[in-house]
């Protein structure tokens, strides 16, 4: 989900704005704080800001009107007198989106992407080694542009993935009630949502394991109805087998990501390549 936060500079004290990925305005508002922006307001980014966001669309629309108005009236606008009336039947020019650079320094404000091209994760502390075979992701990051599994070049594209947790205490509420178990579960869970990269390698084995496990599943359901019909005892073990190696099948071939952990916005994953996780930063931010 994309935010428009607005603040300060602490490096300069000029004002920001800017266009930032993360599932929530909390997320939005850490990750602004992090790049050095001290936020004053958070708001759902809408597709009218894109373009005139850095200024605001009434500065850009009277700039507009000024370029399509007679002589009189922009010579009247240019030195700060009100204007005369357009003549009747005349308006103005609608105002065309402006693109505006990333990194431009006129002021009043800039236009920062900080979750686009120039958005680095290791760089703004959002992902780091954690103990043992773990690495440690803050709630809405984007990892690096590099396989979670095998550390290769992501040619395989992004996958972004919500991940649940609940603390394994909650297990010996099994043995009173599953129900009881199921409605603290639901109420104490803990979520995070991450954008990751794969390989095609790893991504295509994934493809193969979702089309030959469903169509194993596929096949043990066809053989539940033959079985029914046939009243074949035999042929309801060998259907129940096809649908339980689809299932085996299709999780073997997953990404195989589980959480371990997730406590104050940020998510312990395991299953992370070991080369992956050797090429990153053993504290926040540094290495």
């Excluded at 009747?88 to 979750?115: F, H, K, N």
Aim: glycine letters at 10%.
């Amino acid at each position: 989900m994309l935010f428009r936060v607005e603040g300060t500079e602490r490096a300069t004290g000029g004002r920001r704005a800017a266009k930032v990925e993360a599932p929530s305005e909390e997320s939005a508002r850490r990750r602004a704080n992090r790049a050095g922006i001290d936020v004053t307001s958070v708001r759902p980014f809408e597709s009218a800001d894109d373009g005139t966001a850095a200024y605001g669309r009434e500065p850009e629309r009277a700039r507009a009107n000024v370029a399509t108005a007679p002589a009189p009236v922009a010579a009247a606008a240019a030195v700060g007198v009100r204007p005369p009336p357009l003549p009747q039947g005349r308006s103005p020019a609608p105002a065309a989106p402006m693109a505006i650079p990333l990194g431009s320094a006129v002021p009043p404000e800039t236009a920062l992407d900080y979750a686009g091209p120039h958005y680095d994760a290791v760089a703004a502390g959002d992902v780091w080694q954690s103990s043992g075979s773990t690495i440690a992701i803050r709630d809405g990051a984007v990892l690096p542009p590099r396989c979670i599994k095998c550390n290769a070049p992501a040619d395989g594209g992004q996958v972004q993935r919500k991940f649940i947790w609940n603390n394994p205490a909650l297990l010996v509420l099994i043995f009173l009630a599953v129900i009881v178990y199921v409605i603290v579960a639901m109420c104490t869970r803990k979520t995070a949502r991450v954008t990751f990269s794969v390989c095609k390698r790893h991504a295509d084995r994934r493809r193969m394991g979702v089309i030959g496990g469903w169509s194993l599943v596929a096949a043990g359901i066809v053989a539940v109805a033959l079985a029914v019909s046939n009243r074949s005892l035999d042929m309801v073990w060998v259907a129940l087998g096809l649908m339980l190696a689809g299932a085996v099948w299709g999780v073997a071939a997953g990404y195989q990501l589980t959480p371990a952990k997730i406590e104050n916005g940020v998510l312990e994953l395991k299953g992370a390549g070991r080369a992956f996780r050797e090429s990153l930063p053993v504290t926040p931010g540094g290495w």
